[in-house]
Nanobody, 113 residues
Framework: QVQLVESGGGLVQPGGSLRLSCAAS????????SGWYRQAPGKQRELVAQ?????NYANSVKGRFTISRDNAKNTMYLQMNSLKPEDTAVYYC?????????WGQGTQVTISS
């Protein structure tokens, strides 16, 4: 397994930006997949963005969020711009590949004025 630790969450006003980071405890193969998910109160966890050989995003965040990965630092990122109140949720990173599927502990993102 891989241990994942998220950071970068917080309280931001609507229209603001945040960058989430997810540090892995060991190096990740370039062929493995990376993703960000979120769960708002009373709702199911949903996919936000993922890299699985190609990159795809939830329709609700397209054009505002960018997922990236720095393999040299064993870290993935989620750059979030033009944040909206409906983006408020606990954000989780996920890393998976042959024989493993690891999740971070989650970081709270709150968008409010």
């Amino acid at each position: 397994q891989v241990q994942l630790v998220e950071s970068g969450g917080g309280l931001v006003q609507p229209g603001g930006s945040l960058r989430l980071s997810c540090a892995a405890s060991r190096s990740i193969s370039r062929s493995d997949a990376s993703g960000w998910y979120r769960q708002a109160p009373g709702k199911q966890r949903e996919l936000v963005a993922q890299i699985t050989g190609y990159t795809n995003y939830a329709n609700s965040v397209k054009g505002r969020f960018t997922i990236s990965r720095d393999n040299a630092k064993n870290t993935m990122y989620l750059q979030m711009n033009s944040l909206k109140p409906e983006d408020t949720a606990v954000y989780y990173c996920r890393q998976w590949g042959p024989g493993y599927d690891s999740w971070g502990q989650g970081t709270q993102v709150t968008i409010s004025s």
